[in-house]
C-alpha cells in the first residue's frame, strides 16, 4: 500500500524521521451495525439497499431512535462516518409519509448546502423509484410504500429571483444557511406561511462552526424562527451535528433553549490511521529560526505525489494555497512518470478557496472523487463535509487554530479499509511549537469548548429589531430565554429610538429601514465601512467592514487582501464610513502600529493566586492607531514604517488580567530579572541632553528635520538598560538627537523586551487553544503601572467584541493551566533570547526577555496543581 511504503520510508530516512515530534498510530476499526428500522418508509429502506446499505451504524441507530421518540439531539461523531444519514432517515421518513410535512436544513456555507442538495435529490429519487417498482419491495410492505413527493430546494443568495416564489409554493425541504434565513426567509414569513405552518424538521449541521460572535447572532437568529413557527402553530425538532468539541450538548441546548439528547457512539468502520506532528528543523538555534512550515510541506507533499497517494494539503490563508500550488506544479511538471498519468499540472493539483467560482469548485470536487485531481491545495472550504471522497494523506501546514478544526482536516484522509496518514506541519508561532513540544497535550486533551453568548447586550438588541419588523410585540412577551420584564424593557428603550410605536400592549415597528440588512451576523458593530475601489473607471464596492475595526484594517496606507487581490489604501472617511481603495501588486504587507489605555469599570470577580491578583470583570479599552509598519512577505523583514493621525476608538468589553504582587516584582528585581522600572537617567540627564541636541544642530540625525516648538528626543544607541551605571550609558558617544517618529522607528530595533511583555506575548498566543476562538477575538495588553492593579505591573486579555462573549470569564477559570502551560512552552523553546515561536523576539540590536518572563511564571506557578518546580 502506497501510505504503508511512504510512512517506511520516512521513518529510515532522518531527514524526515528526526523532525517528527509525535507519530500516532490507530488500528482499523470494524463497524458496529444494527439492522435497518422495521418502521422506516419501505421505499426509504430500498433505495439504502440498493447503494449497497443493508445495515445502520450504531449512532445511525441511536439517532433514529431518539428520532422516533421526538426528541432534539446532537450527533458528534468523526469525519465521514455517516451523519448525513442521521438526520436524512427520519426527515424523509417523514415527510414521505407526511403529504403537509415541511423541513428546514441549515448549513453554515452556500458550497456545502449545494453539496449536501445533491445528495440529498439522488436519495429522494432513489426512493421515488423504488416506491414505484413493485419488485423492490416486499408484496407484505406495499401498501405502506406509497410515499407523497417531497420536492427539495435550496435558497440562498444564489437562487434567482424569478425561482424563488415557485420554490416557497413547493419545496417541503428547504436548504438554507444562516444568513439566508436571517435576511431572506424570516422577514418575509408571510410569504413562507404555509412552510412554517407544517414545519416539523430543523437539521442544523456543522455545529462547532457556531461559535462566538457568529454563534451569538444564530442562536438569535433561531429564537426568531422558533418565534414565527409557534406563531403559524409549528413546534418543531431540532436534529444537529458536530465535529468533536467538549461541550456538544451545551453549546446544543443553547442555541435551540430545550433539552437535547447526546449521539456520540461512532459505530463507523475505517481503516489504520497514522497522525504526525512534523517540526521543521532548526536553521539558527540561536534565534529559534526553523525551516518554513512552507517549504517543508511541499517536500512532504511531493513524496506523497510520487507514491500515488492522493493528498490535500491545508493552508491558512489564501497566499498560502496559492504559493504552496505554484510550487507543486513546477514540481511534477519536471517529474517523468508524474502521477497525473499524462494530465497537465494545472489539472492534477488544484487550488481550492474562496473566490473561486461555483462550476469551478463543484468540477474540483468531481475530480477528487474520480482520482483525475491528484492533490488538492485548499484553505478550510474543504474542511467542512463537502463530499471529495476518501483522500489518502492530509497535509496541514499550520495548526489550524482549533482541535475540532485539527481533526476536521486530518480526517479527510481515509477510504475504506486502506490506511490513512495526516501530517501537521508546525509554524513558528507559539501555538504551534507548543503543540510540537507538547504532543500529548493535544492527543489526550478534551477538545475545546465552544463559546456563545446570545445575550450580548448589542447583539441582542439587533435580534430584538428584527424580530419586532417579523411579529408585533406584545406584554408579556418573552424572547427565547430572556425574560419578559427584561424584553418590555428592552423594548421601551426602542420606542425611545422611535424605531417602534406601542398600541395598547404591543409594539409594533414604525421605522422604514428593513433591519435584518444592516445586521451583519459575523459582526456585534452596527456601524460599517464600505469599501470602495474602481473597475474600469467606475465606482465598485468590494465589501465591508466594520467601523472599530476600520482603524486597524483600512487606515491610510494599508495594504489589504481581497479574494487573492492586493489593494492599498489611500483614503479613510470615517464620517462617510466610506475607505478608498487601488489595486496594486507589493511585496509587503502592514500591521499596525496601537497605542492602548485600559480602564475598570466594574470587577466582576477577584482573587489571590500564586505571586499576583487575578480577576475578570467589564473594562474600557481605548486605542489609537499611531502608525504602521512595512514588512515583506513570508521573511517579515520590516522595510518602513508610517505615522498615522486617527481618532481614538473606545470598547467596552470584558477582561481577564492578571496584576503581579509586589513581592514578586521584589523578587524579581534583587534577581536582576526586572526590566520595567522607569530608566533612571542621573542627576546630570537634564545637561547631557540639552548638550547632545546642541551638537547635532537640534536636527533629528536621521531624517533632518528641525525642533519646530517641541523638543526632540535623546535616545541610547545601545539600550539603557542593558549598561552597569548611567555614567556608562550617557557617554556622547552613545547619545544621538532624533524626532518623535524617527525614534520610535529606530526603537523597534533596540527594544529590550521585558518578561512583562514576554508574559503577554505567550499568554495572548496561547489562550485562543483553550477557547475555541480565533486570535483576533482577543486584544493583549501589558501596562508597568496599571490602573487595573492599583498601579501594579499587569496583563489584561480582554474580549474583542463590546460587551463580550465570555472568552474573559473562561480565562479566569482557566488561570492554572494557562500560566503552567505558558511555561512549558517558553522553557522547552531552543532559542537562547526569546524568539516569535515564544515571547517574541527582542530588537534587531536589542534584548529578548526569555529569562525575564521564564522567572515571572515560575512565580504565578508555584502552588499551582501539576507544578513542580
Known amino acids: 500500500m502506497p501510505v504503508s511504503r511512504l510512512i517506511s520510508r520516512w521513518r529510515a530516512t532522518p531527514e524526515v524521521g ?98 449536501q442538495a445533491s445528495a440529498l435529490e439522488n436519495l429522494v429519487q432513489a426512493a421515488e423509484a ?56 424570516l422577514p418575509h414569513h408571510t410569504a413562507w406561511a404555509d412552510f412554517f405552518r407544517s414545519l416539523d424538521y430543523v437539521v442544523i449541521d456543522e455545529l462547532h462552526t457556531y461559535r462566538g460572535v457568529f454563534g451569538s447572532h444564530v442562536a438569535n437568529v433561531l429564537r426568531r424562527l422558533r418565534r414565527i413557527a409557534r406563531f403559524y402553530g409549528a413546534s418543531p425538532r431540532f436534529i444537529l451535528t ?100 499524462g494530465a497537465a499540472p494545472s489539472a492534477a493539483i488544484r487550488g481550492y478557496r474562496s473566490g473561486y467560482l461555483p462550476s469551478q469548485r463543484r468540477e474540483i470536487e468531481k475530480g477528487l472523487r474520480q482520482g483525475s485531481v491528484r492533490a488538492v491545495v485548499a484553505t478550510n472550504a474543504l474542511e467542512l463535509g463537502i463530499d471529495i471522497g476518501g483522500l489518502g494523506a492530509a497535509v496541514l501546514v499550520g495548526y489550524p487554530g482549533t482541535i475540532a478544526a485539527t481533526w476536521q482536516q486530518a480526517g479527510r484522509a481515509g477510504r475504506g479499509d486502506a490506511a490513512a496518514l495526516a501530517v501537521l506541519v508546525a509554524t513558528a508561532d507559539p501555538l504551534d511549537q507548543f503543540l510540537a513540544h507538547h504532543p500529548d497535550y493535544f492527543f489526550e486533551r478534551t477538545p475545546e469548548q465552544a463559546l456563545v453568548n446570545p445575550d450580548n447586550l448589542l447583539i441582542l438588541l439587533n435580534h430584538l429589531r428584527c424580530a419586532a419588523f417579523e411579529l408585533p410585540f406584545q406584554t408579556g412577551d418573552a424572547f427565547g430565554s430572556v425574560p419578559p420584564e427584561q424584553v418590555e424593557e428592552f423594548l421601551e428603550f426602542l420606542r425611545s429610538e422611535q424605531v417602534l410605536h406601542r398600541s395598547g400592549q404591543k409594539y409594533f415597528w414604525m421605522a422604514d429601514e428593513y433591519p435584518a440588512q444592516s445586521v451583519s451576523l459575523r459582526s456585534a458593530s452596527i456601524s460599517n465601512v464600505l469599501l470602495q475601489t474602481e473597475i474600469d473607471d467606475r465606482p465598485y464596492t468590494l465589501g465591508e467592514v466594520d467601523l472599530e475595526s476600520a482603524h486597524w484594517m483600512v487606515h491610510p496606507e494599508a495594504v489589504y487582501l481581497h479574494e487573492g487581490q492586493t489593494y492599498i489604501v489611500r483614503d479613510l472617511d470615517l464620517e462617510a464610513r466610506v ?231 473562561r480565562l479566569f477559570e482557566l488561570h492554572d493551566e494557562l500560566v503552567r502551560r505558558a511555561l512549558d512552552l517558553v522553557q522547552d523553546c531552543a532559542c537562547t533570547d526569546g524568539c516569535p515561536s515564544c515571547v517574541g523576539p527582542g530588537g534587531e540590536n536589542g534584548q529578548g526577555g526569555k529569562r525575564e518572563t521564564i522567572a515571572i511564571l515560575q512565580a504565578l506557578c508555584a502552588g499551582t496543581a501539576g507544578f513542580d518546580g
Not at 45 to 51: E, P, S, Y
Open 242 to 341: 458536530s465535529a468533536t468539541i467538549a461541550n456538544p450538548t451545551g453549546l446544543a441546548e443553547r442555541l435551540v433553549e430545550a433539552p437535547v439528547a447526546l449521539v456520540d457512539n461512532d459505530g463507523s468502520a475505517r481503516g489504520p490511521r497514522h497522525f504526525l506532528i512534523y517540526n521543521p528543523p532548526l536553521v539558527d538555534p540561536d534565534l529559534g529560526l526553523r525551516r518554513s512550515a512552507v517549504q517543508e510541506s511541499i517536500h512532504l507533499a511531493d513524496d506523497l505525489l510520487a507514491y500515488q497517494v492522493q493528498t490535500i494539503i491545508f493552508g491558512r490563508s489564501r497566499r498560502t494555497v496559492e504559493l504552496i500550488l505554484t510550487y507543486l506544479r513546477e514540481r511534477l511538471q519536471g517529474r517523468p512518470g508524474s502521477p497525473s498519468s
Open 130 to 185: 423504488a416506491a414505484a417498482d413493485p419488485s423492490m419491495i416486499a408484496p407484505e410492505l406495499q401498501t405502506r410504500a406509497r410515499l407523497t413527493r417531497v420536492p427539495v430546494a435550496v435558497y440562498d443568495g444564489d437562487t434567482p429571483s424569478s425561482a424563488r416564489p415557485a420554490i416557497r409554493r413547493n419545496a417541503r425541504l428547504i436548504i438554507t444557511n444562516p444568513d439566508m434565513l436571517h435576511t431572506g426567509i
Open 18 to 115: 528526526d523532525n517528527i515530534s509525535a507519530w500516532r498510530s490507530e488500528p482499523a476499526r470494524p463497524p458496529q451495525l444494527e439492522p435497518l428500522p422495521a418502521e422506516l418508509h419501505p421505499a426509504l429502506a430500498a433505495a439504502l439497499r440498493r447503494r449497497g446499505i443493508h445495515a445502520l451504524y450504531s449512532h445511525q441507530a441511536d439517532a433514529w431512535r431518539h428520532a422516533c421518540r421526538g426528541e432534539h439531539f446532537v450527533v458528534v461523531t468523526g469525519t465521514a462516518s455517516g451523519k448525513t444519514l442521521c438526520y436524512n432517515l427520519p426527515v424523509l421518513d417523514r415527510l414521505f409519509n407526511s403529504p403537509e410535512s415541511r423541513a428546514l436544513y441549515i448549513f453554515p456555507t452556500k458550497a456545502l448546502a449545494q453539496d
Open 579 to 809: 475607505a478608498r481603495l487601488e489595486a496594486a501588486e507589493t511585496d509587503y504587507y502592514t500591521e499596525p502600529l496601537m497605542e492602548t489605555e485600559v480602564q475598570v469599570l466594574e470587577i466582576a470577580h477577584e482573587e489571590q493566586v500564586p505571586g499576583a491578583t487575578r480577576a475578570h470583570g467589564d473594562i474600557q479599552v481605548t486605542s489609537t492607531i499611531t502608525g504602521f509598519r512595512k514588512r515583506r512577505w513570508y521573511s517579515n523583514e520590516l522595510l518602513g514604517q508610517g505615522d498615522l493621525s486617527l481618532p481614538p476608538t473606545h470598547l467596552q468589553t470584558t477582561g481577564y488580567w492578571l496584576g503581579l504582587a509586589d513581592s514578586t516584582v521584589d523578587r524579581l528585581r534583587e534577581q536582576g530579572l526586572w526590566t520595567n522600572d522607569p530608566n533612571a537617567y542621573g542627576p546630570g540627564w537634564r545637561q547631557i541632553r540639552e548638550q547632545v541636541r546642541q551638537r547635532d544642530g537640534y536636527r533629528c540625525q536621521v531624517c533632518g528635520i528641525p525642533e519646530n516648538g517641541r523638543q526632540h528626543d535623546v535616545h541610547h544607541k545601545t539600550p539603557f538598560k542593558l549598561f552597569a551605571s548611567p555614567e556608562q550609558a550617557n557617554q556622547l558617544s552613545n547619545l544621538v538627537t532624533l524626532c518623535p517618529s524617527c525614534h520610535r522607528r529606530v526603537e523597534t530595533a533596540v527594544r529590550v523586551r521585558s518578561g512583562l511583555a514576554g508574559l503577554g506575548f505567550v499568554l495572548g498566543h496561547l489562550a485562543p487553544f483553550f477557547l475555541m476562538c480565533d486570535p483576533r477575538d482577543l486584544g493583549v495588553h501589558t501596562d508597568p503601572q496599571s490602573p487595573l492593579t492599583g498601579g501594579r505591573p499587569t496583563v489584561v486579555l480582554y474580549d474583542q467584541v463590546p460587551a463580550g462573549i465570555g472568552f474573559s470569564q
